[in-house]
């Protein structure tokens, strides 16, 4: 393979400018509120009524067993015809926020369910209501045991934004396409831009190095 | 599509050319098409076998270099990168001839001569011609010729992976007006009549669409060349274009 | 040891609960009075355990009545105040429906000290010792922090107030664990086997701190296998076995010279003659 | 949205084709692959050898900083420029299967890392090498806790193989977009894809469910 | 008892191990003869589990020499056989450079039970107890089987063989890994706390056992915090302190009238007498 350096250079600006302007902030907004919907779909799931957690259930197996590119479609595509119509950005960051939601609601439950059953009991037993020991005492022990996994989701995540081009959000690898499309070059430019992915990976990666450092601080290594 | 690694040719980059006697002591010629391209390249009742205006005359030009034409149908994306890892004998897609793509492949003579169009909403009388475009939105295939067309009138242009999510935009009113070829949208009011949609302009310059091929395939594109002299002057493309755009749209 | 006065801090009667179709309890009565110290003795599964569950609100019992009384919170010479409306008496019916406000109100008259410490983990000691008494009774910070500081002295970890659990022994976590459990000023402590996840060497530090709470005049309930010390420190023993009360009565006689056949069994047991 | 029910109707029978031909057969062919190919890399990434684990570890980045399509891309597009032609379907399983391989190998290896150090010992003590220890202690112990991520990994791969008709891999999405371009009903299309691979997914599930239950007979409930 | 001959089982000299810059044995020196029973005691961190396990090759030693005798196998009174190659003495000097097979060969020669069993939890107790024979020890499967049926009835627990070790109680557990250790039929059984993570009602059951192993003549060397029973069974009782042995004699003199002062504060903790 020989490669056009040029073209690769001159393209650099381009799929970055992807990079910071749709698939960071895409991202990052996705996960944020995917995030707090999966800890409402955990909950729901480890309720004890039976009709809340079939509830979760079912959106967890909706959203897992069908592609990401469809539910896009569906809240792009299809919404309209039932009279919502939403911008490409909201409908992406619905789209991957459900996802997440989806996906990272069943690594929350597990995360919950690894807490041992003493700790919420020695948090009844200083007084606390149900509420009041998962935020103080379950959530933040969760949180440690669930940042591995998670950080598998917010990789998917990151490549996953891709899609987003098919409901007009630019971002990196619609550009590298663009540029593609117009010089020819595909090879190069995919390759490109799976280096600038692999980049972004490998940071993420030393963020959660870094998180699992810290809520690590009160573990024995 | 099974069964591809009966390679096509491996014509010489710096060697002889061998691409017309490799197709023939293959008894093949490869050709990469979309298969999701209507009314060029599409399967019959969306589940039959392939067909299109470009496949038949691919069929037709393969016959005429007395061999056997076999498909490979891939997502465009990876349709140029297969020509150039030689996984394909050439692309029968609606391919427009345009200088970027001309300095890297070669070309045959057209098959395909038909203009642009913009299509808007019926009721929709702000566009009346390309520099009307101007602060538009327009959604485009970014494939396309249409989709710099489109960027040089100064339209804010979208780009989307099809025809049929384009015109999904149009219709949803997310996008003013859409440019594509002619033919696509006849075809698309012949099974949609009713979409309330029209042609409110229609471009000057007619766009060339051609069979692609590996640059210094010289030979095969002269075979093919002669193939397709051949089938207009016995009229087998005016036949095929009738069939498909109740036109001649080959020449 | 202070003197007693005559109505019990806590009154158990009849107290009885199911796991499912199994019967764990069955018409358990309990009298403890103020500054006086009950161990609960019996094998494994007898349901000693599920006793002060009950007691502290973490299980529902099926029957019987829990009443806690109205006397002062703390040790019996104490004087600190607790959060308001806990000085008047609370008497659940099980028999009855109870709320889920009943059941932390109970909660609330007591505090447990578990077997395996079950301190929070994320929390430094000082924190696991003031979450109670500041996120939950609401009392002001640096009272509640003065407060656990001395407590923590008094067991000999001040200087530990900044480190995590996992820094700590298995004594010293269990050492955290009944500050904590002070520091809750709760009028009847609950000890379920504090020792036994202990390494052998460390059993005599926090039998040391449980003893000179003993003698503060601290109205507890100790379940434990440590029979020399429950004979040492109780003023009354019960043996369990099979969810009902075998035998009780003075320390000195239960254990010495235990008047049932079962008792006996398990007294000679535990002291693993062979 | 109103449905041509007809067309639906008639486009099941190649939909369920697309996935008994190419969805199916490719997700567990390359999921059998890449299992194993996972193993050898967590037990490359547990290697005490820097240079064996930094392999492994270098695999395990690319694999998953980079998207699978740009992965199929240089399988099938740029090998045969360094002059490995490889056919469609070998270069699909090849591709998914090393994609598995990356995710797979950090389950796999979180898996042989929560099985106590204490069943290695036991092991050592009968008399067992590191392998024997391996193979008849650890692996079965740490296939229990390995299959809910594992079975995460498996319903990601049933979707992502709609990927593999970018190299003339012919399955279940691709047959929806053939139909779809033809009827210009491609919103209809793909939810029908979509209710085909949640039917998938579905029966994936409940095998998982049967294989925990077979693995679980000797834990405590 | 039954008689001792002269050349030890096991002869350690001057042993010696650190973890990094943490020095953990230094010039630990040890004889164990045929049939006698050595207790090893100390605090919590003086080195008594890496002793062990250095004797089973699951640590390796910095420095020091570790024999074990060319004796026939089993216990002193036995006549069982044991695969190939054991009939002969294996020294191993740690201050030179020692193959995995060296490590290997010493492993074979002596089987672990360990403080919190490490039963297999995949395999039934069958299983547990036939792996090693079969799988690594290579021998004929129909002997093997009734062999552990043997033991494990011995240990009363034949009717639990075809059990998971989560069905059984945590004595039962151990009572299984003894049997695991002894169906190797090594020349030294090591045992380290085989009581400590047991309910106190259920370490009877398996001291017994492990008393009826000393008496039949099994070679052994045992950590333990449980005094009374070092001082009915121990040959010899070896005091360790900071790595070093602080003070050894035979039982009824270290236990009862230890001579060194780290020694009696030991001792007196642990009897924790407040
Ligand atoms: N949450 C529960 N669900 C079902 N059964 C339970 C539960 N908790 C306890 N049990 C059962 O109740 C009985 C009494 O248990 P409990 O823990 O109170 O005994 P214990 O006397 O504390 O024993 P130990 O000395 O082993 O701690 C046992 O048979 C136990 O299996
Ligand atoms: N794998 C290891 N890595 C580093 N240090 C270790 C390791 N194993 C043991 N140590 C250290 O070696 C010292 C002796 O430990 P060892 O477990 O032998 O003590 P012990 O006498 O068995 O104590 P206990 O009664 O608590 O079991 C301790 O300081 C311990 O921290
Ligand atoms: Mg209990
Ligand atoms: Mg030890």
């Keep these: 393979m020989t490669f056009d350096w040029d073209l690769i250079w001159s393209s650099l600006g381009p799929l970055i400018g992807g990079a910071i302007k749709g698939t960071i902030p895409l991202t990052l907004a996705s996960f944020s509120l995917g995030l707090i919907l999966a800890l409402i779909v955990a909950l729901m799931r480890l309720s004890r009524n039976a009709v809340v957690s079939g509830v979760a259930r079912f959106y967890v197996s909706v959203i897992r067993g069908t592609p990401l590119l469809v539910q896009l479609f569906v809240i792009f595509y299809g919404l309209p015809t039932v009279g ?138 | 599509s099974s069964g591809a690694g009966s390679s096509p040719s491996s014509s010489s ?54 061999v056997k034409a076999t498909f490979r149908e891939t997502q465009f994306d990876g349709i140029f990168a297969g020509l150039e890892a030689k996984r394909f004998d050439m692309i029968a897609n609606q391919i427009s001839i345009n200088p970027e793509r001309s300095a890297k492949y070669d070309f045959s003579t057209p098959y395909t001569i038909s203009p642009g169009v913009i299509v808007t909403k019926a009721d929709d009388n702000s566009i009346t011609s390309f520099d009307s475009l101007k602060g538009k939105t327009t959604a485009q295939s970014l494939t396309s010729n ?56 229609e471009t000057a310059d007619k766009s060339k669409n051609a069979f692609a091929f590996h640059k210094g395939a010289t030979a095969l594109v002269k075979a093919v060349d002669k193939a397709l002299a051949d089938l207009q002057s016995d009229g087998t493309l005016t036949k095929i274009s009738m069939k498909y755009f109740g036109a001649d749209v080959s020449k | 040891m202070l003197p007693t006065n005559d109505t019990p801090v806590l009154q158990v009667r009849d107290l009885a609960k199911a796991f499912g179709s199994n019967v764990v309890l069955r018409g358990i009565d309990l009298d403890v009075y103020r500054g006086k110290v009950v161990a609960l003795i019996g094998p494994s599964g007898s349901g000693k355990t599920t006793v002060l569950r009950c007691l502290n609100g973490l299980e529902m019992p099926d029957g019987g009545t829990v009443a806690v009384g109205a006397s002062a919170e703390g040790p019996a010479g104490g004087s600190a105040g607790r959060s308001a409306g806990t000085s008047s008496g609370l008497r659940l019916d099980f028999g009855a429906k109870v709320s889920g406000r009943e059941i932390s109100a109970l909660r609330d008259r007591s505090a447990m000290v578990f077997q395996h410490y079950n301190l929070f983990p994320h929390m430094t000691v000082l924190q696991n010792v003031t979450e109670g008494p500041i996120k939950v009774q609401k009392r002001p910070r640096a009272e509640v922090v003065k407060e656990a500081e001395r407590l923590l002295d008094r067991v000999g970890l001040l200087e530990k107030k900044d480190a995590y659990p996992f820094e700590l022994s298995g004594g010293q976590q269990q050492r955290v664990g009944i500050v904590r459990a002070l520091a809750l000023k709760p009028q009847l402590l609950l000890f379920d086997e504090p020792t036994s996840a202990l390494d052998p060497e460390l059993v005599g530090d926090v039998l040391t701190v449980i003893k000179e709470l003993a003698e503060e005049g601290w109205t507890m309930v100790i379940v434990t296998h440590e029979l020399a010390f429950a004979r040492q420190m109780a003023d009354e023993v019960i043996f369990m076995d099979g969810g009902v009360v075998v035998e009780r009565g003075p320390a000195s006689e239960v254990l010495r010279d235990p008047q049932q056949e079962r008792t006996q069994q398990f007294v000679r047991r535990l002291l693993h003659e062979f």
């Design chain 1, 84 to 221: 919502v119509k939403l911008d490409p950005w909201p409908s992406a960051i619905i789209a991957f926020s459900l996802n997440v939601g989806g996906y990272a609601a069943e690594v929350i439950r597990a995360a919950i369910l690894s807490v041992p059953k003493g700790q919420w009991e020695a948090g009844h037993t200083i007084g606390m209501s149900r509420g009041q020991a998962l935020v103080r005492i379950i959530l933040p022990q969760a949180a440690r045991v669930s940042v591995p996994p998670l950080s598998n989701t917010f990789i998917s995540l990151v490549k996953d934004t891709s899609l987003a081009s098919l409901i007009l959000v630019t971002e990196l690898f619609r550009n590298a396409q663009q540029v593609a499309a117009f010089s020819q070059e595909f090879m190069a430019l995919y390759l490109e831009a799976a280096a600038v992915y692999w980049v972004i990976c490998l940071v993420l990666s030393s963020a959660q190095s870094l998180l699992e450092k810290r809520l690590d601080r009160y573990v024995a290594h």
């Design chain 2, 13 to 66: 980059s710096g060697g002889a050319d061998t691409s017309l006697s490799d197709v023939q002591s293959k008894g093949e010629l490869v050709v990469a098409t979309e298969g999701t391209y209507k009314p060029f390249t599409y399967h019959e009742g969306g589940s039959g076998s392939l067909t299109g205006y470009d496949v038949e005359i691919a069929k037709a030009v393969a016959a005429k270099l007395g």
């Design chain 2, 146 to 201: 249409y989709y710099k067309l489109a960027q040089q009138s100064g339209a804010n242009v979208q780009a989307v992976e099809g025809w049929a999510q384009a015109i999904a935009l149009l219709r949803q009113g997310r996008v003013d007006a859409v440019v594509n070829d002619k033919l696509t949208y006849l075809d698309y009011t012949k099974t949609n009549p009713n979409a309330g949609l029209k042609i409110a302009a």
